[in-house]
């Protein structure tokens, strides 16, 4: 996929994100990582970027100012729980401005020409997080950070999410935006229940949400027919000037939270698919296997370096199959429909 080197950073250093020790978006995530780094012989593809803390005003291009005040609030007189699933301790609003930064750090050393792809291992994932809301261990809304600051710039933003929860606040964020692609490929049901083939964007961004909801059970093959027969139609339409992945590696058949089975070597054949897509960074957002995690994010890294690393053989054969089609087949009806003459 690239002949060149891969910018990686990670927050784990910084890390003052205090969750219980048994909820499964703990801090043990980032050391998995790059543990996996310094066991697959990989180091030597990466060069290592200095992560850096966003502004305010930076993380207000995606959430509204109100709400990033009030959580800075919450988190400062002692934090506690936001909902059942999302904690947030004294050091939270610390670590989200170190996760969203660190993606815009990757933007930054991509644009002086140091590379043209990207790895950011941060925590606490952000594609739950709304404008106003965090939800689903989301505080802040790292891809939508980083999607806002490049359309500041003019660029055409192509998000493709493979978490196995569907991101319903990048989405929200992007939903009339037409410089965003939003492209989600996720289990259903599942948490936060939204997803659906029918989402597919507002009024000024016909067209541009792309939800391909998988089954229990499905399989890496699923996930590629989802991207080569839904998504792949319409970033060709779209032409991105970059691509960010929401690289959540939760649909790992691994992990405890989800019922998809692919592999590690099913994250290989996604990212192959995003050749040519212009400049390509990668967030972390879900996984929480440790290994699982560390093989899956390894395989990804090494795949935007051209190199061979497959610690898993892709999957197949599962279901999904079936749910693709008809996603595919909604859609073009609803474009056939949108053509004929009135």
């Known amino acids: 996929m690239s002949d060149g080197r891969v910018l990686y950073a990670s927050t784990a250093t910084v890390d003052g994100h205090d969750t219980a020790s048994w909820h499964p978006e703990r801090a043990a995530r980032l050391p998995a990582v790059d543990r996996a780094i310094a066991e697959s012989g990989l180091a030597d593809v990466?060069?290592?970027l200095a992560p850096r803390q966003a502004t305010l005003d930076e993380l207000a291009r995606a959430h509204d100012i109100a709400y990033l005040e009030a959580l800075e609030r919450?988190?400062?007189?002692?934090?506690?729980?936001?909902?059942p699933d999302t904690h947030a301790s004294?050091?939270?609003?610390?670590?989200?401005l170190w996760a969203a930064g660190c993606g815009l750090a990757a933007v930054e050393a991509i644009?002086?020409?140091?590379?043209?792809?990207?790895f950011v291992a941060i925590r606490p994932p952000g594609h739950h997080a709304t404008a106003d809301q965090a939800m689903g261990f989301c505080l802040v809304n790292n891809v939508a950070v980083v999607a806002a600051d490049l359309t500041a710039r003019g660029e055409r933003v192509f998000i493709l999410d493979w978490d196995v929860h569907h991101g319903n606040g990048t989405q929200d964020i992007f939903w009339n935006d037409p410089q965003v692609l939003y492209a989600s490929i996720h289990q259903h049901p599942a948490y936060p229940g939204t997803g659906r083939g029918t989402e597919t964007g507002g009024p000024d961004a016909a067209g541009l949400t792309v939800n391909v909801p998988l089954p229990e059970g499905a399989t890496g093959d699923a996930a590629?027919?989802?991207?080569?027969q839904v998504i792949e139609p319409v970033v060709d339409s779209f032409d991105p000037t970059w691509t960010l992945i929401s690289a959540g590696f939760d649909a790992h058949r691994d992990d405890p939270l989800a019922g998809l089975a692919w592999s590690a070597g099913d994250y290989v054949e996604l990212t192959t698919r995003l050749e040519g897509r212009g400049p390509l960074l990668a967030l972390l957002e879900g996984g929480y296997d440790l290994?699982?995690?560390?093989?899956s994010a390894v395989s990804t890294i090494a795949t935007l370096a051209g190199a061979?690393?497959?610690p898993e053989l892709a999957t197949s054969g599962g279901s999904g199959q079936h749910a693709v089609r008809a996603v595919a087949d909604m859609r073009t009806r609803a474009l056939e429909k949108e053509t004929e003459p009135s």
């Open 224 to 228: 590629l027919a989802a991207y080569d």
């Open 291 to 295: 290994d699982a995690l560390g093989r």
């Open 74 to 83: 919450f988190v400062q007189a002692g934090g506690g729980e936001l909902d």
């Open 308 to 310: 061979h690393h497959r």
């Open 90 to 96: 004294t050091g939270s609003w610390s670590t989200a």
């Open 46 to 48: 990466l060069l290592p």
């Open 111 to 118: 644009n002086r020409g140091e590379a043209t792809r990207g």
